[in-house]
T-cell receptor
């Protein structure tokens, strides 16, 4: 079974803190994704990585950065957390190319981040 | 207008009822994904389909590519089916475009 794990289920941080969210997958997937999920807005893509050290901005990258130094690990960084970044953060991974279209993405359990 | 629209947004049902959730999209796609999210956040994949119909237990998913429409059906619904159901489409990249989800509550 594919496993996508995230470093924390719940996290509370103060405004201005630097926040690291980690995601690890064990299926040798090429692609990894970070989403945030907010009521009424659904899932929105923050950043996407299609290979080690490669990244692409999603729909809402402002205020976030990412790091992918190893294939299995994709980190989301909030350089200076703000209250409007309070949200559920979900990581996902998938194979690349046509395989992605056949088997889809696998999601982690999510991290509920509260910034006070 | 969202590229992926789901209806209804909220749905309540009595145990045993037949349930239908609809998804319409306005872009060309290579596949469509139905996802389930239980309270607590984790998302699991129910179906990936690019044509026709798929069935898994009490769940059936259909897609009509010409009409740009997909439906998720649950037969003999049960309280444990209570969750948010999300439709997502894949275009010619690896990225998903998500609907905003349908919140289903099934009461005993």
């Amino acid at each position: 079974d594919v496993k996508v794990t995230q470093s924390s289920r719940y996290l509370v941080k103060r405004t201005g803190e630097k926040v690291f969210l980690e995601c690890v997958q064990d299926m040798d997937h090429e692609n990894m994704f970070w989403y945030r999920q907010d009521p009424g807005l659904g899932l929105r893509l923050i950043y996407f990585s299609y290979d080690v050290k490669m990244k692409e901005k999603g729909d809402i990258p402002e205020g976030y950065s990412v790091s992918r130094e190893k294939k299995e690990r994709f980190s989301l960084i909030l350089e200076s957390a703000s209250t409007n970044q309070t949200s559920m953060y979900l990581c996902a991974s998938s194979f690349g190319g046509v395989t992605s279209g056949r088997v889809g993405q696998y999601f982690g359990p999510g991290t509920r981040l509260t910034v006070t | 207008k969202n590229e992926v629209e789901q209806s209804p947004q909220n749905l309540t049902a009595q145990e045993g009822e037949f349930i239908t959730i609809n998804c319409s999209y306005s872009v060309g796609i290579s596949a469509l994904h139905w996802l389930q999210q239980h309270p607590g956040g984790g998302i699991v994949s129910l179906f990936m389909l690019s044509s026709g119909k798929k069935k898994h237990g009490r769940l059936i998913a259909t897609i009509n590519i010409q009409e740009k429409h997909s439906s998720l059906h649950i037969t003999a619904s049960h309280p444990r089916d209570s969750a948010v159901y999300i439709c997502a489409v894949i275009r010619n990249t690896d990225k998903l475009i998500f609907g905003t989800g349908t919140r289903l509550q099934v009461f005993p």
